[in-house]
T-cell receptor
Framework: GAVVSQHPSWVICKSGTSVKIECRSL??????MFWYRQFPKQSLMLMAT?????????EQGVEKDKFLINHASLTLSTLTVTSAHPEDSSFYIC???????????FGPGTRLLVL | RKEVEQDPGPFNVPEGATVAFNCTYS??????FFWYRQDCRKEPKLLMS???SGNEDGRFTAQLNRASQYISLLIRDSKLSDSATYLC??????????FGKGTTLSVSS
C-alpha cells in the first residue's frame, strides 16, 4: 500500500518554541493532505485540510495563525506549531489522499511534548 | 449529538470468540464508511471499507444500514493479535474523515 512518512516522530520542546512537522507521500502524489490531532483516549480530530498550491482550510476552533500549514508540493505538507504551549502536547497525525482513490493513508504520527 | 458514536468498551473476550462492534453516525449525507484499526501509540490503519450490501474480509464482516445510520463490524474466531482499538470512520462531506472515539478490544488466551 501507499506509504506516508512523518518527521520527526518525537519532539520535546520548551514552551514558546516553534515546531515543524513534515508529512511526505513516498510513492504517490497527494493533492490533498489532512492534519489530525489526537489527545489521550480521544478520537482523532481533524485540524485542517491542505491542498497543494492553495491555502489550507481550518476546522472550527483551530487557530490558523498558530498552526501554520504549507503544502508546497504534491508530496510534502508541513505543519508548524508556533509558540507551542503545554496544552499543545498531543499526537499529530497527517494523512494523504491518493488522488486516484478515496483512501487516505496515514503517517506514523508525531508525538509532541511541550514542557 | 456526536457525529460518530461508538461504545468505547473495553470488550474483553477469549481467543476464538465472536465479537461485534456498533457505530452510529449523524450526517445522513455521508457517502463513505470505514473501519480502521489503531494499535496503542500508533497511527490508524484501514481495516476495511463498508458497503451497503455488506462485505466480508476473512474473519471480518462489515454491515451498513443507511436508513438507521448504523454501521457494524463482526470479528469471528478472535485472535490475540486482534487486540486493538477499532475506529468507525465516515466521510464528513468532501474528503474529510470523521472518526469515532474507538472501541477497545482485548483478546486473551
Amino acid at each position: 500500500g501507499a506509504v506516508v512518512s512523518q518527521h520527526p516522530s518525537w519532539v520535546i520542546c520548551k514552551s514558546g518554541t516553534s515546531v515543524k512537522i513534515e508529512c511526505r507521500s513516498l510513492d504517490f502524489q497527494a493533492t490533498t493532505m489532512f492534519w489530525y490531532r489526537q489527545f489521550p483516549k480521544q478520537s482523532l480530530m481533524l485540524m485542517a485540510t491542505s491542498n497543494e498550491g492553495s491555502k489550507a482550510t481550518y476546522e472550527q476552533g483551530v487557530e490558523k495563525d498558530k498552526f501554520l500549514i504549507n503544502h508546497a508540493s504534491l508530496t510534502l505538507s508541513t505543519l508548524t506549531v508556533t509558540s507551542a504551549h503545554p496544552e499543545d502536547s498531543s499526537f499529530y497525525i497527517c494523512s494523504a489522499r491518493d488522488g486516484r482513490a478515496e483512501t487516505q493513508y496515514f503517517g506514523p504520527g508525531t508525538r509532541l511534548l511541550v514542557l | 449529538r456526536k457525529e460518530v458514536e461508538q461504545d468505547p468498551g473495553p470488550f474483553n473476550v477469549p481467543e476464538g470468540a465472536t465479537v461485534a462492534f456498533n457505530c452510529t453516525y449523524s450526517n445522513s449525507a455521508s457517502q463513505s464508511f470505514f473501519w480502521y484499526r489503531q494499535d496503542c501509540r500508533k497511527e490508524p490503519k484501514l481495516l476495511m471499507s463498508v458497503y451497503s450490501s455488506g462485505n466480508e474480509d476473512g474473519r471480518f464482516t462489515a454491515q451498513l444500514n443507511r436508513a438507521s445510520q448504523y454501521i457494524s463490524l463482526l470479528i469471528r474466531d478472535s485472535k490475540l493479535s486482534d487486540s486493538a482499538t477499532y475506529l468507525c470512520v465516515v466521510n464528513g462531506g468532501g474528503a474529510a474523515l470523521i472518526f469515532g472515539k474507538g472501541t477497545t478490544l482485548s483478546v486473551s488466551s
